[in-house]
T-cell receptor, first 114, second 113 residues
Framework: AQTVTQSQPEMSVQEAETVTLSCTYDTSENNYYLFWYKQPPSRQMILVIRQEAYKQQNATENRFSVNFQKAAKSFSLKISDSQLGDTAMYFCAFMKHWNNDMRFGAGTRLTVKP | NAGVTQTPKFQVLKTGQSMTLQCAQDMNHEYMSWYRQDPGMGLRLIHYSVGAGITDQGEVPNGYNVSRSTTEDFPLRLLSAAPSQTSVYFC????????????FGPGTRLLVL
């Protein structure tokens, strides 16, 4: 079974600075997808960024980028120029190719301080 | 489009009661899923459906039933609620198996006394 581990229960960062959230996963699959979801206090799950395992290039979405290390099974999220609105829980998730069974990590609570 | 909608937003049940959590999507998505989120944990998959008439179990299916009679709706039934089912429940949908992002509803908070 696939497992996803987020080793940082809580993190904080000053506004406008950069922060990196860690995620590791365990799988024997070769084709899969990785995601970062943001959950603000409203509880809405919002997709931040997605990475296909077969792509070597790291995904980027504006201020959000990932460092995908397939051999190391690592998938970290970098948030640049942090904003107060980035304060939320962040979940890393894994999904096998051709399968809708998504596995989530326990989450990292990020606080952006003014 | 309303996206994925869930009702109710909050519900209190007594142990042994039954209820149905409603989920609907208007994006014509084939794939729909139910997750639960407990404090300190990520979301865990309860049941999922790959299309009308087809459902399957996820990671934590015990105590829950689902059916998928239409593409739009995917209700989750608790037959006999237990305190261990106190959680926040999320419904999600996607347009293609494992290839597209899942879109989540706003969640239903359930408290079982």
């Amino acid at each position: 079974a696939q497992t996803v581990t987020q080793s940082q229960p809580e993190m904080s960062v000053q506004e406008a600075e950069t922060v990196t959230l860690s995620c590791t996963y365990d799988t024997s699959e070769n084709n899969y997808y990785l995601f970062w979801y943001k959950q603000p206090p409203s509880r809405q799950m919002i997709l931040v960024i997605r990475q296909e395992a077969y792509k070597q290039q790291n995904a980027t979405e504006n201020r959000f980028s990932v460092n995908f290390q397939k051999a190391a099974k690592s998938f970290s999220l970098k948030i640049s120029d942090s904003q107060l609105g980035d304060t939320a829980m962040y979940f890393c998730a894994f999904m096998k190719h051709w399968n809708n069974d998504m596995r989530f990590g326990a989450g990292t609570r990020l606080t952006v301080k003014p | 489009n309303a996206g994925v909608t869930q009702t109710p937003k909050f519900q209190v049940l007594k142990t042994g009661q039954s209820m149905t959590l409603q989920c609907a999507q208007d994006m014509n998505h084939e794939y729909m899923s139910w997750y639960r989120q407990d404090p300190g944990m990520g979301l865990r998959l309860i049941h999922y459906s790959v299309g009308a008439g087809i459902t399957d179990q996820g990671e934590v299916p015990n105590g829950y039933n689902v059916s998928r009679s239409t593409t739009e709706d995917f209700p989750l039934r608790l037959l006999s609620a237990a305190p261990s089912q106190t959680s926040v429940y999320f419904c999600a949908s996607s347009s293609d198996r494992g290839q597209e992002t899942q879109y989540f509803g706003p969640g239903t908070r359930l408290l079982v006394l």
